[in-house]
Every structure is written in structure tokens, then in C-alpha cells.
């Protein structure tokens, strides 16, 4: 017998958007790991922090920010091996990952690692875009539409290909991939219809039409492009 690996989604920012089964499985964690940037905070533990116990153990998985793979692999293969301890110890481990952890989640690094090895469960979360359509008040699609997300750090003529598509549109990791992203959009008469969405659930949180989005983009932004009828009731 071993502990089991839980992947709990802590879903976009506000703590409210936490599952009841994500908030059961926190309040009684006795480990708790989580990536964090290097010189920071953790984004996911924040989130959660009011609900983790006194006494829990912590795993930070501090991951510099960087192109490259390495030396993140490294990270996480190193955090993998301080989780299979306590995993043989036959304690299980949670671990926070910000939105859902299968939808651009942190935690698929360390899944691909335990899957198949040890006890693995996945707890969704509310996603980054299921947050930004809310907010920006934005339907995606609808009928027989079709929804593609486009990572910006993608290269122009892949992105463009995917703009062919012509239905309704989520760039992630905006970042400092905005300025291409508007020359893109407005390249394909897209931009007019698109929206920016930074730092949705939050305080500080910010919802503009792309022409007035900021020159300088947080990571946790977002551009919806919603579809031509996207208020055409049938």
C-alpha cells in the first residue's frame, strides 16, 4: 500500500470558486505541494491558505521562469522524489495546481511522473477560461461552433492558420505575446470583436476591449475572441 498523488485545481483566484471536494481534501491534507516562482509567492497556495491546516507539511516547487525546459525538469524531478517518500509512507499529497489541473495545468509535469507508479486522483477546477468568459460576460459559442485555444507564444503562421477556423477563439499566456497577438487579429479583422481579460476573479481584476489593453500584459491574461453571432438567439 501506498498514499495516493492528488492533483486539486483551486480553480482561477477567488477562493469562493474552490469545489466543495477540492476544499474537503485541503482542509485534511497532511502534505501540501505547490509550484511557486523563485523570488515570489505561491499563486495556488494563496488561494488556499486560509483553508490548510496549522500543521500541514509543505512542498514548494519553486520553478524559475524560463524558455527552456531545463532547468525545470530538474525541479520537478527533485520534487517528485520528496513526494514518492511520503507517498511510501502510505501518506498522501496534494498537489495545488492554479485552475484545472489537465487545462494548461502545472500538474501534468508531475503526473506523467507518479501515473502508473502510484495512486493518482484529479479534482477539476473552475479553468482560467471559464473565469474570463464569466467576467467578460463573453459567450464562446454556441449550436454547431467550434472553440479553439491558441497558446500566444505560438509562431505567426501557425497562429494564423488558427484563426482560419473563423469561429470563436481564447488566446492564453498573453504576456509579452500581445503586441503580436493585436497585429494578428487585426491582420484577420478580428480585433474589433476581441476582449482582454487580466487577473479575472481578483481584485485587481481588468476587462477592456483589445484596442485599449495595456501595452505590457501580465502572465495571467487572456484575449477572447468570441464568434461572429455570438448574441444571435435561435
Same mark, same amino acid.
Given at each position: 500500500?501506498?498514499?495516493k498523488?492528488?492533483? %486539486?485545481g483551486?480553480?482561477?483566484?477567488?477562493?469562493?470558486?474552490?469545489?466543495?471536494?477540492?476544499?474537503?481534501v485541503?482542509r485534511?491534507?497532511?502534505?501540501?505541494?505547490?509550484?511557486?516562482?523563485?523570488?515570489?509567492?505561491?499563486?495556488?497556495?494563496?488561494? %488556499?491558505?486560509?483553508?490548510?491546516?496549522?500543521?500541514?507539511?509543505?512542498?514548494?516547487?519553486?520553478?524559475?521562469?524560463?524558455?527552456?525546459?531545463?532547468?525545470?525538469?530538474?525541479?520537478?524531478? $527533485?520534487?517528485?522524489?520528496?513526494?514518492?517518500?511520503?507517498?511510501k509512507?502510505?501518506?498522501? %499529497?496534494?498537489?495545488?495546481?492554479?485552475?484545472?489541473?489537465?487545462?494548461?495545468? $502545472?500538474?501534468?509535469?508531475?503526473? $506523467?511522473?507518479?501515473a502508473?507508479?502510484?495512486?493518482?486522483?484529479?479534482i477539476?477546477?473552475?479553468? $482560467?477560461?471559464?473565469?474570463?468568459?464569466?467576467?467578460?460576460?463573453?459567450?464562446?459559442?454556441s449550436?454547431?461552433?467550434?472553440?479553439?485555444v491558441?497558446p500566444?507564444g505560438?509562431?505567426?503562421?501557425?497562429?494564423?492558420?488558427?484563426?482560419?477556423?473563423?469561429?470563436?477563439?481564447?488566446?492564453?499566456?498573453?504576456?509579452?505575446?500581445?503586441?503580436?497577438?493585436?497585429?494578428?487579429?487585426?491582420?484577420?479583422?478580428?480585433?474589433?470583436?476581441a476582449?482582454?481579460?487580466?487577473?479575472?476573479?481578483?481584485?485587481n481584476?481588468?476587462?477592456?476591449p483589445?484596442?485599449?489593453?495595456?501595452?505590457?500584459?501580465?502572465?495571467?491574461?487572456?484575449?477572447?475572441?468570441?464568434?461572429?453571432?455570438?448574441?444571435?438567439?435561435?
Open positions: 500500500m501506498t498514499g498523488i492528488i492533483g %486539486v483551486v480553480g482561477p483566484g477567488d477562493p469562493e470558486l474552490l469545489t466543495l471536494k477540492a476544499l474537503k485541503i485534511e491534507a497532511k502534505v501540501i505541494a505547490y509550484p511557486s516562482i523563485e523570488t515570489g509567492e505561491s499563486f495556488a497556495r494563496n488561494i %488556499v491558505k486560509e483553508f490548510m491546516s496549522k500543521d500541514v507539511l509543505e512542498i514548494p516547487i519553486k520553478i524559475p521562469m524560463v524558455e527552456s525546459r531545463f532547468p525545470s525538469q530538474l525541479i520537478y524531478n $527533485s520534487a517528485s522524489d520528496e513526494i514518492a517518500t511520503h507517498l509512507r502510505e501518506v498522501n %499529497v496534494i498537489v495545488l495546481c492554479q485552475g484545472d489541473p489537465f487545462f494548461y495545468g $502545472s500538474f501534468m509535469y508531475l503526473f $506523467s511522473r507518479f502508473g507508479k502510484y495512486p493518482v486522483e484529479i477539476p477546477g473552475i479553468s $482560467s477560461l471559464n473565469a474570463c468568459s464569466a467576467v467578460s460576460q463573453r459567450p464562446l459559442c449550436r454547431l461552433e467550434s472553440l479553439s491558441i500566444g505560438m509562431d505567426d503562421e501557425a497562429f494564423l492558420k488558427q484563426l482560419e477556423k473563423e469561429d470563436a477563439f481564447a488566446i492564453m499566456k498573453v504576456g509579452r505575446n500581445i503586441a503580436k497577438i493585436k497585429r494578428l487579429l487585426e491582420q484577420k479583422g478580428m480585433a474589433k470583436r476582449v482582454y481579460v487580466s487577473h479575472a476573479t481578483l481584485p481584476q481588468l476587462v477592456l483589445l484596442a485599449e489593453a495595456p501595452e505590457t500584459a501580465p502572465y495571467f491574461s487572456m484575449i477572447l475572441v468570441p464568434s461572429k453571432d455570438e448574441y444571435v438567439i435561435y
